[in-house]
């Protein structure tokens, strides 16, 4: 893959995640209602995830952390996925909107894109940098 392209993907990756995040704090009710009871503090959870979106976003474009961001965002993206399929197997509403039942469902395999979209971004295919140079 082109360095141009991957540079591309990283920013579009970036401006992903920084909104989202920030959408985790202008409308947090949107997210409390997806989290699944058994998890404690919904609301506390729906901000260190948005936090943590758009800390990844921006770290992305940093060289020195872009690796780190990306596994960051890989984890964040398994650990909300619970959510994801609480919200298929009880039809939850977005916001006010009710969205077909294929829509939610279809969702949770686009989890696996969004994870290829932040390896490709962030990952350059050569040797992990998180290791101490020698």
Same mark, same amino acid.
């Given at each position: 893959?082109?360095a141009? +392209?991957r540079? /591309?993907?990283?920013? @579009?990756?970036? #401006?992903f995640?920084v909104?989202?995040?920030?959408n985790? =704090?202008?409308?947090?009710?949107?997210?409390?209602?997806?989290i699944?009871?058994?998890?404690?503090?919904?609301r506390? +959870?729906?901000? /260190?995830?948005?936090? @943590?979106?758009? #800390?990844g976003g921006?770290a992305?474009l940093?060289?020195? =952390?872009?690796?780190l961001?990306?596994?960051?965002?890989?984890?964040l993206?398994?650990?909300?996925?619970?959510?994801n399929?609480?919200?298929?197997m009880e039809?939850?509403?977005?916001?006010?909107q009710?969205v077909?039942?294929w829509v939610?469902?279809?969702?949770l395999p686009?989890q696996?894109?969004l994870?290829?979209?932040?390896?490709?971004?962030?990952h350059?295919?050569?040797?992990?940098?998180?290791?101490?140079?020698?």
């Amino acid at each position: 893959m082109s360095a141009r +392209l991957r540079r /591309i993907l990283r920013w @579009a990756l970036a #401006v992903f995640f920084v909104a989202a995040g920030t959408n985790h =704090f202008i409308n947090p009710e949107l997210y409390v209602a997806v989290i699944p009871p058994i998890l404690p503090a919904p609301r506390a +959870l729906v901000f /260190i995830s948005g936090f @943590a979106e758009i #800390v990844g976003g921006m770290a992305v474009l940093l060289p020195s =952390f872009r690796k780190l961001a990306g596994w960051g965002l890989v984890i964040l993206l398994i650990a909300v996925f619970p959510a994801n399929i609480y919200m298929a197997m009880e039809e939850l509403k977005i916001g006010a909107q009710m969205v077909p039942p294929w829509v939610l469902w279809t969702r949770l395999p686009l989890q696996l894109v969004l994870i290829g979209w932040v390896w490709v971004a962030c990952h350059d295919g050569k040797r992990d940098e998180l290791r101490p140079q020698k």
